[in-house]
């Protein structure tokens, strides 16, 4: 689906707000085409993060074209958790070591129940 600049802004910034957790990444959390998209998800699930929403910015080129400019951040992966960019795989690795990570997706209301 071939959407126009106004329309994939709109779009992506519907996504950001409706998923507690979301991974704009390289393939898929479970079939990572990317190093940094492994890295970000590994983090995220240690953290207690489930029911992870994802887009595969190499299947959605009108996002990936897009995106850098809503979020200003010019890299893949991008991990949003309460509609708050957090950031590319190195920072969601920082955030994981420090237990802040845990701490924005328990805000979010997306953890593990163990």
Do not use: Y
């Amino acid at each position: 689906m071939t959407r126009s600049p106004h329309e994939t802004d709109n779009h992506i910034r519907q996504l950001i707000a409706t998923r507690p957790i979301l991974i704009f990444m390289k393939g898929q959390p479970d079939f990572p085409r990317c190093g940094f998209s492994a890295r970000a998800v590994e983090a995220l699930r240690e953290a207690g993060a489930r029911d992870l929403a994802w887009v595969d910015v190499l299947s959605e080129p009108d996002i990936r074209s897009r995106l850098p400019q809503i979020s200003d951040w010019p890299t893949f992966p991008q991990v949003f958790i309460g509609g708050e960019l957090i950031g590319g795989a190195d920072i969601t690795e920082e955030l994981l070591g420090t237990g802040e990570l845990a701490r924005k997706i328990q805000d979010a209301g997306v953890h593990s129940a163990s």
